[in-house]
C-alpha cells in the first residue's frame, strides 16, 4: 500500500524559508505515470496546490506562488521536497504531499499533512 | 476567493440526499475532468470521484459525480453520520496562469 509522509520543522520564523520533505513508501517515485505534488491548507480555510513535479525533474507551480516555491526530487531516496522562501504568516498552513496521475488532475494518494507555523 | 465555486454548507437528515454543485469556466471544467475529495474533521482530503463521475476502489455507490458544461455536481445519497465532512472539488485549469485548482469547499451537515 503506497504511503507518503511528511517531514519537517514545524515552526518557520518569518522572511526564512520553509522546508519540508515527503517520503514515499510502497511504490517507487520513478514511476512514469505519476507526478508528485504539494498542496496546503491555511486553518480553517481550503485547498491550494502549491506545484507538482516528475521523477525526471518537470515541474509545475502555482502561478502565485511561483516566485519562492522550488519543488525536487531525490530518486534515490525515493523522496520530493519542497522549499518556500521569504514566508509571512499567510503560509502558516498544513502542507500535504500527494500522487497525481500522469496525464490527469486527480489526486490519489495523500500524506497526513503536516502543521507549519510562521511566527517570531 | 476560489477559482472554483461551491455552497459554502448543505444538510440534510440521515437517510436523505444531498447535492453539491461546483462551478467553473470553459478554462478549467469546461474542458478537463472534475475530481471530488472527502475531508473528514482533522484527516487529509481523501479522493472520492475521478474522471467527473469514477469512484475509486472502497467508495460506496452512494457518492455520484456528474459533469455539464462549466458545472459539476457531487451526489451523496442515503446520507450516513459518517459523511459529516468538507468536500472540494478540483481539476486543471488551462489558462496562463492555471495549474490545479479547488473549489472553497462545501460542509455537510446530517442533522
Known amino acids: 500500500q503506497l504511503q507518503l509522509r511528511e517531514s519537517g520543522p514545524g515552526l518557520v520564523k518569518p522572511s526564512e524559508t520553509l522546508s519540508l520533505t515527503c517520503t514515499v513508501s510502497?511504490?517507487?517515485?520513478?514511476?512514469?505515470?505519476?507526478?508528485w505534488g504539494w498542496i496546503r491548507q491555511p486553518p480553517g480555510k481550503g485547498l491550494e496546490w502549491i506545484g507538482s513535479?516528475?521523477?525526471?525533474?518537470?515541474?509545475y507551480y502555482n502561478a502565485s506562488l511561483k516566485s519562492r516555491v522550488t519543488i525536487s526530487v531525490d530518486t534515490s531516496k525515493n523522496q520530493f521536497s519542497l522549499k518556500l522562501s521569504s514566508v509571512t504568516a499567510a503560509d502558516t498552513a498544513v502542507y500535504y504531499c500527494?500522487?497525481?496521475?500522469?496525464?490527469?488532475?486527480?489526486?490519489?494518494?495523500w500524506g497526513q499533512g503536516t502543521l507549519v507555523t510562521v511566527s517570531s | 476567493q476560489s477559482v472554483l465555486t461551491q455552497p459554502p454548507s448543505v444538510s440534510a437528515a440521515p437517510g436523505q440526499k444531498v447535492t453539491i454543485s461546483c462551478s467553473g469556466s470553459?478554462?478549467?471544467?469546461?474542458?478537463?475532468?472534475v475530481s471530488w475529495y472527502q475531508q473528514l474533521p482533522g484527516t487529509a482530503p481523501k479522493l472520492l470521484i475521478y474522471?467527473?463521475?469514477k469512484r475509486p476502489s472502497g467508495i460506496p455507490d452512494r457518492f455520484s459525480g456528474s459533469k455539464s458544461g462549466t458545472s459539476a455536481t457531487l451526489g451523496i445519497t442515503g446520507l450516513q453520520t459518517g459523511d459529516e465532512a468538507d468536500y472540494y472539488c478540483?481539476?486543471?485549469?488551462?489558462?496562463?496562469?492555471?495549474?490545479?485548482?479547488f473549489g472553497g469547499g462545501t460542509k455537510v451537515t446530517v442533522l
Open positions: 470553459s478554462s478549467n471544467i469546461g474542458n478537463n475532468y
Open positions: 478540483g481539476t486543471w485549469d488551462s489558462s496562463l496562469s492555471g495549474g490545479l485548482v
Open positions: 500527494a500522487r497525481r496521475i500522469f496525464g490527469n488532475y486527480y489526486l490519489d494518494y
Open positions: 474522471e467527473n463521475n
Open positions: 510502497g511504490g517507487s517515485i520513478s514511476s512514469s505515470s505519476y507526478y
Open positions: 513535479i516528475y521523477y525526471s525533474g518537470s515541474t
